[in-house]
């Protein structure tokens, strides 16, 4: 594998990720069923990078990040990633794997002492908007139609996290947010 446009890749993050770029190079065997094939090997990326459409952030991945490859799993080893707005940085790491390239699985982290995690607009149905720096780690697991996200940060200086909501009493009902004491 010699400089492949990763580019090819980026509708496979369907409406979690997106805008997937870069170049990819390093040694790669392929095997097995056409319609689900076995990887096996190790690339490095160079001016990589993706957008998280949820949370309309755009990252770059360090360069030479490496992502060992093996089954039908996408082994991201620990990555240096920059938001493209702020220039805040983080480390992310873990795997994602697919069956038959149709079902996905997820299961990432991310650790900074300060990234920018949230850059959403306000509009008619949002169910948040606003600007998020956080410190802390956040998980996100499972499959990606049903994903689940766990955060364990604190907010930095500069967020503005906004929670629209009609009826006060909806905040003591969600099942999407939990706030804690510390």
Avoid at 24 to 36: D, I, K, P, R
Avoid at 79 to 85: A, L, P, Y
Wanted: no cysteine; hydrophobic share 40%; glycine share 10%.
């Amino acid at each position: 594998l010699n400089k492949f446009r990763l580019n090819a890749f980026s509708p496979l993050g369907g409406i979690v990720l997106s805008d997937l770029r870069g170049i990819a190079s390093g040694s790669v065997n392929v095997f097995g069923n056409l319609y689900n094939p076995v990887f096996d090997g190790e690339i490095l990326l160079h001016d990589a990078g993706l957008k998280v459409p949820y949370l309309n952030v755009e990252y770059d991945f360090a360069d030479y990040s490496k992502i060992l490859l093996y089954d039908q799993t996408f082994d991201f080893q620990t990555i240096g990633i920059t938001d493209t707005k702020m220039g805040t940085k983080g480390l992310i790491g873990g795997k994602i794997k697919h069956e038959n390239f149709e079902k996905w699985f997820m299961d990432i982290f991310i650790s900074s002492d300060n990234l920018l995690f949230l850059d959403t607009e306000e509009h008619e149905d949002a169910l948040y908007y606003g600007t998020g720096l956080i410190e802390g780690e956040t998980t996100i697991y499972g499959p990606v139609d049903n994903l689940f996200i766990d955060v364990q940060a604190t907010t930095n200086k500069g967020t503005q996290f906004i929670i629209p909501l009609s009826d006060v009493s909806t905040v003591g009902e969600s099942n999407l947010i939990h706030f804690v004491n510390p």
